[in-house]
């Protein structure tokens, strides 16, 4: 993996953790923008894997990268096709992923405000 961006990026769209465990600094934490959480790194795996139950063919779609001071921020389409309604997922993100050594600290999630909403729609 070239940074802690694209590991995220793997472990979203593949549900494999080990790349972005091994490029997590101790203590690194997830912020959310939707609830003004921190949480550990870790931990935040277990939203992704709910997401990955919940979604067929996750995939990220790369809209802008960009190496900021201390690492990266990214926008991205956040696609798939939502288990159960059949209908597809389009969440518009950003994420910042800040880094030291080489390992990843924090990362700032901004999530799309309809994204909830999306994956549980009902079937039309």
């Known amino acids: 993996m070239a940074n802690g961006l694209d590991a995220l990026n793997h472990l ?15 203590g690194a934490v997830v912020w959310h923008n939707h609830d003004d959480s921190e949480i550990d790194a870790i931990d935040n795996i277990k939203g992704i894997d709910f997401l990955q139950q919940m979604v067929d063919g996750l995939r990220i779609d790369v809209v802008r990268t960009a190496q900021i001071p201390g690492g990266w921020f990214e926008q991205v389409v956040m696609r798939g096709t939502v288990k159960a ?25 901004y999530v799309d405000p309809t994204f909830g909403q999306q994956l549980t729609e009902p079937a039309a």
């Open 12 to 26: 979203i769209e593949t549900g494999e953790s080990d790349d972005f465990i091994a490029r997590l600094a101790p």
């Open 85 to 109: 309604s059949g209908r597809p997922l389009a969440g518009q993100n950003c994420i910042v992923v800040l880094e030291t050594d080489g390992k990843i600290t924090r990362i700032e999630e």
